[in-house]
């Protein structure tokens, strides 16, 4: 028996795959990948809406071991319990490395919503992420809850994974 969520699912994913959405394109289905955003916006509140971005906000984090993978911390905005902010906002990231492997920066993604849509190009036409992070001073969000998850490697293709949850105001 499959559960309703799974039966929603499907049908969402199939009629995203059958009709034309102005943000995301029949090729960028398949990768997960939004074309550019009008005005250097990082997520247009259109998308924010067709992506379901506050459904990622509301959604639980997903549990992940923390072991001798890579780290990511988020400086800006400064993490706290119900974070809200004002658009534009500064989002700074530090990137931790183990010592037996340093981080690859060319392996940097940043997803948004619940559905994980990527939009790292967004992000790095204007800043150049580096092996120890990036800061880019202007991001600009349409205001609602919203959800990024920033992921990179190291050398040794483990993973670090961190979600930021905020919401604009």
Known sequence: MI???????????????????????QSSATTGTMQAAPQGWLVSPAEALDFKGEDGFNEPSALRARGTAPLIDVLKPEPVADLKVKAPFA??????????????????????GALKINITDRITKFVKVTKDGFSLENAQIPVGKHRLTLQVQDEKQRVAERELRLEVE
């Open 91 to 112: 989002i700074t990231v530090l990137f931790k490395n183990q010592a037996d492997a340093q981080i690859d920066p060319s392996t940097f993604k940043v997803m948004y």
């Open 3 to 25: 559960c309703n969520t799974k039966v929603l699912t499907l049908v969402a994913l199939i009629a995203l795959s059958l009709s034309p959405l102005s943000a995301f394109s």
